[in-house]
Each structure stands twice: as structure tokens, then as C-alpha cells.
């Protein structure tokens, strides 16, 4: 059974940095690779939206204009983990923060991890 766990959320002071991480199981190095992984955020009241994305191989990472030079997504296929860098944050960036693994045959979520900025 696939499963992606988020974790590194927590509270941060405007202009702070934090970085998120998604560890996902129950596949192998091989299968990992070909998953294109994105994080996504869905603040209070409002729907789900894409912050970056980073595909499986070859291609550009994709980002929110709203995080464009602020937040950095990389993967390590050795570690089936993916990564959210996220610097120079706003107290618009609060939200829960989601992983997500898409390939043609598959489509999973995390948990999400919760992030707030505030002073």
C-alpha cells in the first residue's frame, strides 16, 4: 500500500523559512522516480491550489506565481522524498500544505501538515 506522509509544518514568524518533506512508502526507488510529486494548499475557506509541482523525469518544475522565487521543490529518488523549501514566508502562505503523487496509474494524497505564519 502506497502511503505519503508530510511532516515539518509548524508555526514561523513572517520572513521565516521552513521546509516540508513527504516521504512516500510501500513502492520502490523505481516506481518512485516515475511518480510526478506536487504540493498543494488549501487555506482556510478557500479550495485547494497548486504550489509546485516537479515532474518524474526531464520537464521544469511548475510554481504558483504567489511562490515564484519564494519556495523551491526537489526530490531525492533515493529517499522517495520530496521536499517544499519555503523561504520569505507570508502570512499568506498559511494552510495546510498536501502532497501529491500522480502517474498514469496512480493518484495519492497525504495527510497534509499544517502551516502557519504569524508573529
Known amino acids: 500500500q502506497v502511503q505519503l506522509v508530510e511532516s515539518g509544518g509548524g508555526l514561523v514568524q513572517p520572513g521565516g523559512s521552513l521546509r516540508l518533506s513527504c516521504a512516500v512508502s510501500?513502492?520502490?526507488?523505481?516506481?518512485?522516480?516515475?511518480?510526478?510529486m506536487s504540493w498543494y494548499r488549501q487555506a482556510p475557506g478557500k479550495e485547494r491550489e497548486l504550489v509546485a509541482a516537479l515532474p518524474s523525469a526531464g520537464g521544469s518544475t511548475n510554481y504558483a506565481d504567489s511562490v515564484k522565487g519564494r519556495f523551491t521543490i526537489s526530490r531525492d529518488n533515493v529517499k522517495n522524498t520530496v521536499y517544499l523549501q519555503m523561504n520569505s514566508l507570508k502570512p499568506e502562505d498559511t494552510a495546510v500544505y498536501y502532497c501529491n503523487a500522480r502517474s498514469n496509474w496512480f493518484d495519492g494524497w497525504g495527510q497534509g501538515t499544517l502551516v502557519t505564519v504569524s508573529s
Open positions: 510501500g513502492v520502490s526507488r523505481y516506481i518512485f522516480s516515475l511518480y510526478a
